[in-house]
């Protein structure tokens, strides 16, 4: 049993007592300002018009097209901005009924008012996230080809784009708050991504689609989406110096770096101009930015890959010199099973959570539950 596996796992148990006498349901997701042609797929896959004041619940899918943003609003008080040229799924997204939870009023919740579990994947494009303080039994992940980014809040980016046809570059910032980053291709556990720094990772993609699940439209089985000739990256990013952009098939290179002035101030431009949020997050953004050091003044460093011998690589600047490796919050774990792939191991165990917990919900629900043996 892996080291996510194991830790989700005890999350679980950790969550039963809180959600005996509670019921697990599907939460609610509003969507608020819509700049430009965005689209709404359903699970089966039907495709509809997005548009302000929409609610929908898991499975569903958002594509925006070039100059377009998207504000999906959660019922667990986060945020979510779907960036211009980004494809999007709320893959799982369930918490625990409370009398908080108010239709409507989700972005006035100051903290989550019950444990949830949410999965959203991000098969291309950038996503930008608010989220409100959550409860410790809670999981919110955003997960891509590459990899998968736990967040705890408080700000945070999450970028996908191919780089070519044997590779994906995943890039995860936090603004503010605490995230973590796994990559599924690399023989180390959650690198933690502390406040003002982003970390890039090129890996060879995995399929995002769940078991037994067809791809999302717009991709083709087993990959993510082709990038056409003279295409650029998202707008508002930037290129650290030093990183590649492309990478063999099995080769993974992986970056810690400061975000700089220019990426933390568009973060909060988008918060300003994208979404219904108080106008005091933005502000607090771009307080932020203007501490942030410019890009020519950043040098990236190498985050070696750990692994379980005496032989371990020194990460190093961009010169060659030794640096300090990044904090990693628990134990080097083993690479994703190849078999099965990294995103559908991942799909799995946050399944077998949600199941679980409902099956004890359920169970604590009968007037007299049946002994087991």
Known sequence: MNTLFRSLTLAVLALLPAVASAAL????????????TAT??????????????????????????????????????STLIVNPESLVEVRTFRQVVSELIVDGEYQKLEKEPSPSVTEI????????????????????????????????????????????PNAGKLVVGCVKGSVEATVFAANSGPVSVEPGKQISATAAPQSTAAPGEAPAPGTQPGTTET????????????????????????????????????????????????TSLPPSISQS?????????????????????????ASDPVATKADGTPAEAP????????????????GNALDATISKITDTVQQVVEKQQQPNPSPTM
């Not at 349901?25 to 430009?36: S, T, Y």
Request: glycine residues 10%; aromatic residues 4%; positive net charge.
């Open 327 to 342: 904090k990693t919050t628990t134990a080097p774990m083993a690479p994703a099973s190849t078999s099965t792939g990294g």
């Open 121 to 164: 994947v991000v098969t291309r494009g950038k996503v930008i996230g608010e989220v409100r303080k959550l409860n410790p039994q809670s999981s919110y992940v955003i997960k891509t080809p590459v990899g998968v980014a736990r967040i705890r809040g408080t700000i945070y980016t999450v970028q996908y784009s191919s780089v070519g």
């Open 285 to 309: 953004v771009e307080a932020q930015a203007q501490l942030a050091p410019s890009a020519d003044q950043i040098t990236p460093v190498n985050v070696s890959t750990p692994k379980t011998t």
């Open 40 to 77: 709404l797929f359903d699970p089966a896959s039907k495709q509809s018009a997005l548009a302000s004041g929409r609610v929908f619940e898991q499975g569903y899918r958002v594509e925006t097209s070039a100059s377009s943003t998207a504000e999906l609003i959660l019922s667990n008080g």
């Open 227 to 274: 990038t056409q000739p003279g295409t650029t990256t998202q707008p508002g990013t930037t290129t650290q110096p030093g990183t590649t952009e492309a990478a063999s098939a099995g080769s993974v290179t992986i970056s810690m770096a400061d975000m700089d002035k220019a990426t933390i101030s568009a973060v909060g431009a988008t918060i300003a101009a994208s």
């Open 25 to 36: 349901q599907n939460g609610k997701v509003q969507v608020g300002m819509v700049k430009g």
